[in-house]
């Protein structure tokens, strides 16, 4: 298939591109990019071809950049298929404009071993919409006991490892998986939260948890742990990622421990900058989520925090669960968000706020997860794969879950009218569109 | 006129609409003091106790003003019912309504349920405790039985002493006695009043005495055995020898006032018998009381249009 991409504006942070400009590809791959007006930087790749087979499209008024990067869902497969699949995570990804995710091994079997890694890598190449690279997890059966195999679970494509959903509870643990992983040059993801303290609750606490009757946890559940895996992460000199940051709180410790050079990175997912914990008012089980929505407090340090780089990525945190799950009492309802069809367009209100600018937002959803993760993907270079997506930022559309290709219809966004939206992907050789 | 076919909590009441529940059940109370204690107002409806925590008290009461409504009375009690096979919490309701339920009385443990189930269904939902959220009859009763005995609730100074955090009681009771503009302070140790309720406009103390000063309404919370071992507080005699209600205690509020308590009562522990028992005690009216409330619930939600 030969496609061109015409007078679109591209953005590739990774080279200094924002301009106006046309991209060739050819056989899945990007063949030349021709900038004709340049408003940061110059570079130009000769003339495109023209021919009367090539798939011309009409990108004006519409953004071009790189293929999202999702560095944190849950697919669900193998185990949970009821949930999510690899097949319909991957093609919901696809209609978010992701072109990488990866995913949280809290599966059955969880992934904690190079035989299931090697499951997800293959079922992901027959069934896959979009790339998918597993995050292994840090401890056997995510039990927090004993060390899983990170360097043969590495070498079968794991990418990251985290006990996500599972905190390590064990600083001893914890500070053994940032020394070993370091062999391997392979980040550890940390699901900050002190059990002991969030003890069985299930929303942020706060006077909305204590007039709903419902058991909150407070934010320095979060805090104490990340607080604890940052000075793991000194003391170790590991490669350490902070999962789902949520708190006011959160964000000031880890810009703290960059400010004085510990090496850790932290994302933060669309929901804990466009929602608080009045979602949850009416007992609405989709707004449940760990960690809990905050505060409005909380809301504004996360844009703040993304704003001076204190949050280096967005990711969706994309949690699908079957509807029934949903339906039970809001305490026995699992947590989760099924948040890649909406991922994109919530954030695209940060640059309509004024919180990040175009390019800012661009880098946090491709090359700073793909950088973190040592994946050589979140540009748009002649001779590579051609993964893009081709965003209107001007077409509405109304959340209708019933619409979702992923198998979780469970959002907190549902009736909400949202701005921005992927018009085209292109991924391992097929153009999507919608 | 009430709003909603679903008693779900006092939070969602206006004050209009608690003065009309307290005012209906004032002629329920005649109807049930008469030697004939039965009217036919609710012939051939069917009342459902749907009750997934153990309870007699509020089960019974429901069930005696189901019945002197003229309603046929089913109780479903969880460890005989389907639920305990598997059965969806939806699922066991929708059967119920099938099964011809124009009143559903449920308790449950889990905070939400009753929400849950109101937009599901069309019978009447009347909530009889959800978890930690609310126990709006409860609170009518307490309501009920405070006009009774003062003549009116705007201005008084009422105490309720306890377990805050997870009484559903004392939420029900904090938003109506607000809504019908008592003044509210709650007395307790700090592990028990969550710090956030201030908000609300209610008033804290922490130390019994202080709190106790003045009041014309000492509403007593059980505790529940169970918090000793989260570490709420260190011994059920260090929590009477600060919390329980003495007579030395008593003696600091107002000399007209009442003692009230939901019941079952700890006797020793949050209050002595001395007062429970004594003339200041309110606490088997509330009861009697609580029968003419849940027949004024009934009745009103019965003329709800839907």
Redesign the interface.
Known sequence: MKVLIKNGHIIDPSQGIDGVGDIYIESGKIKEINIKSMEHGARSTGQKPQSSDVRIIDASGLLVVPGLVDMHVHLREPGFEYKETIKTGTMAAIKGGFTTVCCMPNTNPVNDHASVTEFIIRKAKQEGHCTVHPIGAITKGQKGEELAEIGTMKNEGCIAFSDDGQPVMNSAMMRRALEYSKAFKVPVISHSEDLTLSDGGVMNE??TS??????GIPAEAEQIMIFRDILLAELTGGRLHIAHVSTAGSVHLVREAKQRGINVTAETCPHYFSITEDAVK??NTNAKVNPPLRTSRDLEAIKEGLRDGAIDVIATDHAPHHI?EK??????APFGISGLETALSLSLQLVREGVLTIKELVEKMTLNPAKILGLDKGFLKPGSEAELVVIDENKEFEVKSERFVSKGKNTPFEGRILKGMPVFTFCKGKLYEW | MLNSKDLLGIKELSKEEIYLFLDTAAGFKDVIGRDIKKVPALRGKTTVNLFFEPSTRTRTSFELAAKRLSTDVINFSVPTSSVVKGESLIDTALTVQALGADFIIIRHSSSGVPHLLGTKIKASVINAGDGTNEHPTQALLDAFTIKEKKGKIEGLEIAVVGDIAHSRVAKSNIYCLIKLGAKVRLIGPPTLIPKEIEDLGVGIFHNMEEGVRGVDVLMMLRIQMERQDKGFFPSTEEYSRNWCLTTDRLSLAKEDAIVMHPGPMNRGIEIVSEIADGPQSVILEQVTNGIAVRMAVMYLLAGVKR
């Open positions: 706060g006077l204590v007039t709903l009757g419902l058991k009416g007992y029934d339906l039970k009492p809001f305490d026995m």
